[in-house]
C-alpha cells in the first residue's frame, strides 16, 4: 500500500522560507516521478513543481526562481524548498506519486503566508 506523507507547513510572513517533506513509502520511490500540488481555498488543485526518477525537474511559471523540488532516494523523501514566499502561496500543499494507474495523494500540509 502506497503512503505518502507530507510535513513541514506552517504560518510565515512573506518574504520569509519554508521547507516541505513527503516521505513515501510501499513503493519503490526512486523508480517514481514525483509531484508537489497546491490548492487555494475555493480553488482547483494546480500543479507546483515535479520532478522524475531521474533528477528533471519542471515548475509551475509562477514559483519559477523561487521553489526547489528535489529528492532523497535513500530516505524515501522529496522535498520542496520554497523561498521568497508570498501570500498567494497559501494553500493546502500535498505530494503525488502514480504506481501503475493509480495515483495517490498524501494528507497536504497546510502553508500560510501572512502579508
Known amino acids: 500500500q502506497v503512503q505518502l506523507v507530507e510535513s513541514g507547513g506552517g504560518l510565515v510572513q512573506a518574504g520569509g522560507s519554508l521547507r516541505l517533506s513527503c516521505v513515501v513509502s510501499?513503493?519503490?520511490?526512486?523508480?517514481?516521478?514525483m509531484g508537489w500540488y497546491r490548492q487555494a481555498p475555493g480553488k482547483q488543485r494546480d500543479l507546483v513543481a515535479t520532478?522524475?526518477?531521474?533528477?528533471?525537474?519542471d515548475y509551475a511559471d509562477s514559483v519559477k526562481g523561487r521553489f526547489t523540488i528535489s529528492r532523497d532516494n535513500a530516505k524515501n523523501t522529496v522535498y520542496l524548498q520554497m523561498n521568497s514566499l508570498k501570500p498567494e502561496d497559501t494553500g493546502v500543499y500535498y505530494c503525488?506519486?502514480?504506481?501503475?494507474?493509480?495515483?495517490?495523494w498524501g494528507q497536504g500540509t497546510q502553508v500560510t503566508v501572512s502579508s
Open positions: 503525488r506519486t502514480t504506481k501503475t494507474i493509480i495515483t495517490y
Open positions: 510501499g513503493t519503490i520511490f526512486s523508480i517514481r516521478d
Open positions: 520532478i522524475t526518477s531521474g533528477g528533471i525537474t
